[in-house]
């Protein structure tokens, strides 16, 4: 596609229950990230990914997130018994490489957890 | 912890002036330097990107960059009610993290 697309574009669930939510980078990007941007507030660093690998996870907020990249394209993001908190607009972005001027951001998946 | 500061406004300003937005850094290795313009309820887009100390324009956009004080900021000249939006303050450090974003600068151009 012409741009980073995430889906599910909203995802409203229940507190305990998990969620995956999906990236799909522009094609040839090899790095990937994921943010989370709660409401009124500034982007939250979550993971970096460098083709399959991800040399950066200090984002993560607990342990209940994790994220993987299969094939150096489509990532996923699952977040495990959901809380509250969680709810938030998770933002992917990709870019050619780490080094690369402009990442490119999707849509969005807004997470509203009840 | 590396850190990026930005005033979280609003910072209002009359059709046609001098926008000015300031962002400081707290992690004195950071390399690069972008910022970012996001509308309410879209995704962030990248406006300018620097690495150099001194100045850099873009149209009506110049990005200043002052390693020494840590500093960066973005001046958009004769701004446009479509200037109003959130502008985001990001650093790459020279390692393996990701970006910092700052909380970002809400502007306002009143018309």
């Known amino acids: 596609g012409a741009g980073v697309s995430q889906s599910p574009s909203n995802k409203v669930t229940e507190k305990g229950k998990d969620v995956e939510l999906r990236c799909d980078p522009i094609?040839?990007?090899?790095?990937l990230y994921w943010y989370r941007q709660s409401l009124g507030q500034g982007l939250e660093f979550l993971i970096y990914?460098?083709?399959?690998?991800?040399?950066?996870k200090s984002g993560l907020p607990s342990d209940r997130f994790s994220a993987e990249r299969t094939g150096g394209s489509v990532s996923t993001l699952t977040i495990q018994r959901t809380q509250q908190e969680d709810s938030a607009v998770y933002l992917c972005?990709?870019?050619?490489?780490?080094?690369?001027?402009?990442?490119?951001f999707g849509p969005g998946t807004r997470l509203t957890v009840l | 912890q590396k850190e990026v500061e930005q005033n979280s406004g609003p910072l209002s300003v009359p059709e046609g002036a001098i926008a000015s937005l300031n962002c400081t850094y707290s992690?004195?290795?950071?390399?690069?330097f972008f910022w970012y313009r996001q509308y309410s309820g879209k995704s962030p887009e990248l406006i300018m990107f620097i690495y150099s100390n001194g100045d850099k324009e873009d149209g009506r956009f110049t990005a200043q960059l002052n390693k020494a004080s840590q500093y960066v900021s973005l001046l958009i000249r004769d701004s446009q009610p479509s200037d109003s939006a959130t502008y985001l303050c990001?650093?790459?450090?020279?390692?393996?993290?990701?970006?910092?974003f700052g909380k970002g600068t809400h502007l306002i151009i009143q018309p």
């Open positions: 990001v650093v790459l450090g020279g390692g393996a993290d990701g970006l910092t």
């Open positions: 990914f460098q083709g399959n690998s991800a040399p950066d």
């Open positions: 094609s040839g990007h090899t790095a």
């Open positions: 992690d004195r290795g950071s390399q690069s």
């Open positions: 972005a990709s870019s050619y490489s780490r080094g690369d001027n402009e990442q490119f």
